[in-house]
């Protein structure tokens, strides 16, 4: 792009990076103030730390080794659990500016892109929380910049080693995160493949990412592969299961899939989705009437941007007309969301006559409104509106089951906690004072978790102790199961948890004494 706002100077750096550091301040801030307590999956992620393994049920180890990094120097502290998401987000954003003002050389560009990625709602929450798709989305980000400038050069020129070397790095770190990395290849694949027919591609390239990505992939999948091995493929048959909705009847799903629709327009926010679309407009265009044979640094550019979001956007998306879909499963096509909406965004911009008032409106919706993704929390907004809610009163809770095992129970000593839920039981394991063991017993339908893979308490020794169990919400109805397990169960206790001194996340409780040894299994296989 030869257009005179898009000439580099230093000015654009600095901006960019007071951006990155403001967001990661207060990200920081958010974070160490204790706004929200962990998402169950967090919880979960942690507990994995403290049996540390090759790999887990649902995810590869690298969340576990990130949040054993940050404990380490913070301690078993939210801060500590979170503080590699609050810095990956950084990375996220470092990447894309480095990426489109260095690789691609639009140096205007990149700072829409920076500001589009930094006011998106899910990659905020992802900047937050401690998930996989944080690093996941950072290696995606390097890697696609990679493959770039592997493929950047003219065709009678040969690429560096150094983009292939940083794609297989990409390649190994991110199967460790998340296996929706190995996606990044197929579409790798795609788009060499079009600038191959186009006579685009620069010599020597395929040879050179076939073994960038055969060792990064072998690499990532090595520790996977190995735990799998001695646990029954529990890992890949709980993904195909998830992935393909095997045991589930055939239904046409509108309502789901209109919910998942405005869930993804929601986590882009609306007006980026309008940009998305206004980008993708000229650039599909472009991407299908490219050149054949000349080099074209925008075609390139278009081309791997429409690729790398809308395929993997509008399937999984679409996918909720079928089955089940959960709204962050498309969070790798952000940053190629971004950089269309940064595309859009900069022709809007710079467009003759653009009133300053309209650039000031959209600026400050947007930084507006992602400010009130940080003030949420503390709105007076009804519960059942408020989509933190589900994530307070664990805190509360915990220091609840700390006093009645001292209230309850002869031997406050010889106590355990549990839940029929994965995400309870890592939440009980995170606040309870002591961050003791806990368990997951099969005593109601669900399917298989990592607690499944873990000694159940006669195997730890606690043969005759008592528990408490913690259910969701307000629930009177028996559980037999547990009658089978213990010599008495009490009848349910209704307890209204709070945060901040205000009322949180309902629970059932029950008071079990006796442990016999029974652990009930009886849903192992359900994937």
């Known amino acids: 792009m030869n257009s005179p706002h898009n000439t580099y100077t230093p000015t654009r750096d600095v901006l960019a990076l007071m951006i990155i550091v403001i967001s990661f301040a207060v990200r920081y801030w958010f974070v160490d103030s204790g706004q929200l307590n962990l998402v169950q999956d967090e919880a979960q992620y942690w507990d994995w730390i403290r049996r540390p393994q090759l790999s887990y049920y649902s995810k590869g180890p690298l969340i576990a080794w990130m949040i054993a990094t940050w404990t380490n120097v913070f301690g078993n502290t939210e801060l500590g ?14 990447a894309l500016y480095i990426g489109v003002s260095r690789v691609w050389k639009e140096y205007s560009m990149a700072i829409f892109v920076l500001l589009v990625a930094s006011t998106m709602p899910l990659l905020n929450g992802l900047g937050i929380l401690a998930t996989t798709d944080n690093p996941l989305i950072f290696c995606w980000t390097v890697a696609f910049f990679a493959l770039a400038a592997a493929t950047r050069n003219a065709p009678d020129r040969t690429p560096s080693h150094w983009p292939f ?17 190995l996606t990044f290849l197929a579409l790798a694949v795609i788009y060499a493949l079009i600038l191959q027919m186009r006579g685009q591609m620069p010599s020597r390239f395929w040879g050179r990412f076939f073994l960038a990505s055969l060792v990064g992939t072998v690499i990532g999948l090595t520790p996977i592969i190995l735990w799998n091995l001695h646990n029954d493929w529990v890992a890949y048959k709980h993904v195909a299961k998830l992935s393909s909705g095997v045991g589930r009847e055939f239904a046409f799903r509108f309502m789901p899939f209109l919910e998942m ?28 009437v490219g050149p054949i044979g000349a080099f074209d640094a925008d075609y390139r550019r278009d081309l791997q941007s429409v690729l790398f979001f ?4 509008a399937i999984i998306t679409g996918k909720a007309l079928f089955s089940k879909v959960e709204a962050n499963w498309t969070a790798v096509a952000f940053m190629a969301g971004a950089l269309l909406a940064g595309m859009a965004l900069d ?20 930084i507006g409104l992602t400010a009130l993704i940080y003030i949420t929390p503390v709105l007076p907004i009804p519960d059942s509106l408020n989509p933190t809610h589900r994530l307070k009163g664990w805190n509360d809770l915990g ?62 020794g606690q043969l005759g102790w008592d528990a408490i169990m913690v259910r969701k919400r307000f629930r009177s109805g028996a559980v037999p199961e547990l009658k089978n397990m213990f010599d008495s169960v009490s009848e349910p206790i209704f307890y209204q948890s709070r945060f901040n001194g205000q009322p949180a996340r309902k629970f059932t409780i029950l008071i079990c004494k006796g442990f016999n040894g029974y652990w009930p299994q009886n849903g192992l296989g359900e994937y």
């Open 81 to 94: 659990v979170r503080f590699g998401s609050i810095l990956g987000m950084a990375g996220i954003q470092a």
């Open 165 to 181: 070397l940083i794609l297989g790095l990409c390649m190994a770190v991110g199967i460790l995160a998340k296996y929706m990395m």
């Open 261 to 288: 629709l405005g869930a993804q327009i929601g986590l882009l926010a609306p007006w980026w989705f309008v940009f998305i679309l206004m980008g993708s407009g000229s650039a599909l265009a472009k991407s299908c």
């Open 310 to 313: 809308w395929p993997l956007w």
């Open 347 to 366: 022709t809007w911009w710079h467009a003759p006559r653009r009133k300053t008032r309209g650039r000031l409106i959209l600026s400050l919706t947007a």
């Open 399 to 460: 220091t609840h089951i700390a006093q009645l095992t001292q209230t309850e129970f002869d031997d406050p000593e010889k106590v355990f906690a549990m839940s029929d839920n994965y995400g309870f039981t890592s939440e009980l394991a995170f606040y309870i004072p002591g961050q003791p063991i806990t368990y997951c017993p099969w005593t109601d339908s669900r399917r298989m978790n990592q607690y499944d893979l873990w000694p159940d308490p006669a195997t730890n």
